[in-house]
T-cell receptor
Framework: RKEVEQDPGPFNVPEGATVAFNCTYS??????FFWYRQDCRKEPKLLMSVYSSGNEDGRFTAQLNRASQYISLLIRDSKLSDSATYLC??????????FGQGTTLQVKP | NAGVTQTPKFQVLKTGQSMTLQCAQD?????MYWYRQDPGMGLRLIYYSASEGTTDKGEVPNGYNVSRLNKREFSLRLESAAPSQTSVYFC??????????FGPGTRLTVT
């Protein structure tokens, strides 16, 4: 079983749609959680950290469920510019981060 | 602030050749990392350095060596390149257990 699992997609949605991605992780001792965004052939960039209480940044909402060991990302009012690959990332006490394979989102006009 | 820089951006090697990928960060981070990314495989950790003077193997260290030259610089060396090492290589830096910041990547092809 992979340490961090994501549905690779692709998710094809129209502009303005709401889309949700889920991710599961296997190590219950994981301590840090992030969503990264990666555009084609570019470096990953931090989208947002994920906290136990949930957090929101504009159209993006991230939630963490420690009991079920999953993380979610909700994107509201999708824009064409949201088209990218979204990486679920989990870290442990060593500081190393484990990256999921990524979920590809295509927003269509 | 340049963040994390990597050189070169592109490289083509013949099987058996050697090369060193350079990485530098100006964020005063203690930890630095080397990853490779292959289609359908996601990012895989090659080596990391939790702090200056220390290095540790990641998930896929075979065929690579690293040097943490100082706090700013972390290099990755391929001693004898193989076609299986064709990949995109990313360097990253962070404070321990914090989010990582990535360089723009090196696209390496081994023929």
């Amino acid at each position: 079983r992979k340490e961090v699992e994501q549905d690779p997609g692709p998710f094809n949605v129209p502009e303005g749609a709401t889309v949700a991605f889920n991710c599961t992780y296997s190590n219950s001792a994981s301590q840090s959680f992030f969503w990264y965004r990666q555009d084609c052939r570019k470096e990953p960039k931090l989208l947002m950290s994920v906290y136990s209480s949930g957090n929101e940044d504009g159209r993006f909402t991230a939630q963490l469920n420690r009991a079920s060991q999953y993380i979610s990302l909700l994107i509201r009012d999708s824009k064409l510019s949201d088209s990218a690959t979204y990486l679920c990332v989990v870290g442990g006490y060593t500081g190393k981060l484990i990256f999921g394979q990524g979920t590809t989102l295509q927003v269509k006009p | 602030n340049a963040g994390v820089t990597q050189t070169p951006k592109f490289q083509v090697l013949k099987t058996g050749q050697s090369m060193t990928l350079q990485c530098a960060q100006d964020m005063n981070h203690n930890s630095m990392y080397w990853y490779r990314q292959d289609p359908g495989m996601g990012l895989r950790l090659i080596y990391y350095s939790a702090s200056e003077g220390t290095t540790d193997k990641g998930e896929v260290p075979n065929g690579y060596n690293v040097s943490r030259l100082n706090k700013r610089e972390f290099s990755l060396r391929l001693e004898s390149a193989a076609p299986s090492q064709t990949s995109v290589y990313f360097c990253a830096s962070s404070e321990p257990r914090d989010e990582q910041y990535f360089g723009p990547g090196t696209r390496l092809t081994v023929t």
